[in-house]
């Protein structure tokens, strides 16, 4: 993730800046704008330092992925997880280590999840919003991570079958 957010208030003038179909979402759902700028100190090589990104906030499932939201669906599964007794970590690196047997998962332990959840709407647990969460997934390309995730909820008794069909 970018080291440079700012979030913003609707009304903050800096959000004039923004492309008009995030200020508009904004405005229409009651949400800030989270404004990002890829930077040296986020690794980014030097091609791209001063790149602008602008999402909303907070961020709810379906909302669609925007390249800035990886983070919040992660979130939303591992809380719903662990309220499942399922070990995240564990899963994740089932659905990819046939890919990649090294493959990483350490960043589940390293991210900071409490400045993730003040940006999250982290909503109840149901099959319905078992069913956004692999929406989501799918939305920010984790599609391995689904199949093992939509096998481990059905195993716990959840209808989440066409999971893509089932639009708010």
């Avoid at 909303?56 to 939201?69: A, F, H």
Wanted: aromatic share 12%.
């Amino acid at each position: 993730m970018a080291i440079t957010e700012r979030l913003l208030d609707i009304n903050d003038p800096e959000t004039q800046h923004a492309p008009a179909r995030v200020q508009s979402y904004a405005r229409r759902r009651g949400k800030q704008i989270l404004r990002i700028v890829w930077d040296e100190d986020g690794g980014y090589p030097e091609k791209s330092w001063g790149y602008e990104q602008w999402s909303t906030r907070p961020y709810e499932q379906r909302q669609g992925c925007d390249g800035t939201v990886d983070m919040n669906v992660h979130l939303i599964g591992l809380r719903f997880c662990e309220e499942l007794g399922l070990n995240y970590q564990m899963l994740y690196q089932k659905a990819y280590e046939q890919d990649d047997p090294l493959v990483e998962t350490e960043w589940i332990e390293t991210v900071d999840w409490e400045a993730i959840e003040a940006q999250t709407i982290v909503p109840e647990l149901s099959e319905k919003t078992l069913k956004n969460l692999l929406y989501d997934l799918a939305e920010i390309n984790n599609h391995s991570f689904v199949d093992v995730l939509q096998e481990e909820f059905t195993n716990l008794g959840f209808n989440v079958e066409n999971w893509w069909e089932d639009e708010d």
